[in-house]
């Protein structure tokens, strides 16, 4: 991944310089040229409406930036199952994969699925606190069943709360 990443980075950075070398022009059509178009392409995380964890629950709620401010776009609730909000709906997920290493119900790296989507979460524990721990570096990867994938960089929190 980081292979193409940076494939990707270099012929951009090549393209870019070989036009202000030459004086020429790029229009946005000549870069995309050939990348296929998707209706879903444009669909990213929403806002959950409601993302705290439900009372004498453990799980983990990881917020994004939007336009410089938090926002909750992921919530997994232990042997619950998960929610996230894509094109204004919220969809319910089902925990089908989990590794790593694992604290408050919540595993560094989870696969979640449901409604024609897959969903992997990676995360990394951070500091911890009184009945919880931060979430770092986190990653939300949407796939959708069409093909199409969206991944959300992520912090947050696991933990559980009281009754």
């Not at 998707?38 to 929403?46: E, R």
């Not at 897959?118 to 093909?147: A, M, N, Q």
Request: hydrophobic share 45%.
């Amino acid at each position: 991944m980081k292979s193409k990443l940076r494939k990707s980075a270099s012929a951009m950075v090549f393209i870019l310089a070989s036009a202000c070398a030459t004086g020429a022009k790029i229009s946005k059509s000549a870069v995309n040229e050939g990348a296929p178009t998707s209706p879903n392409l444009a669909a990213t995380a929403d806002a959950l409406p409601d993302a705290a964890l439900p009372k004498g629950s453990c799980g983990m709620i990881l917020w994004t930036l939007d336009v410089a401010q938090p926002v909750p776009v992921f919530r997994a609730v232990s042997q619950k199952g998960a929610e996230i909000k894509l094109d204004g709906v919220v969809r319910k997920l089902s925990l089908s994969d989990a590794g790593g290493v694992a604290g408050f119900g919540v595993f560094e790296t989870q696969t979640f699925a449901g409604e024609g989507l897959t969903v992997t979460v990676k995360v990394r524990f951070g500091l911890g606190f009184e009945g919880g721990s931060y979430l770092e570096r986190g990653l939300v990867s949407i796939e959708r069943s069409d093909g199409w994938k969206t991944v959300v960089p992520a912090a947050g929190i696991a933990g559980c709360r009281a009754k």
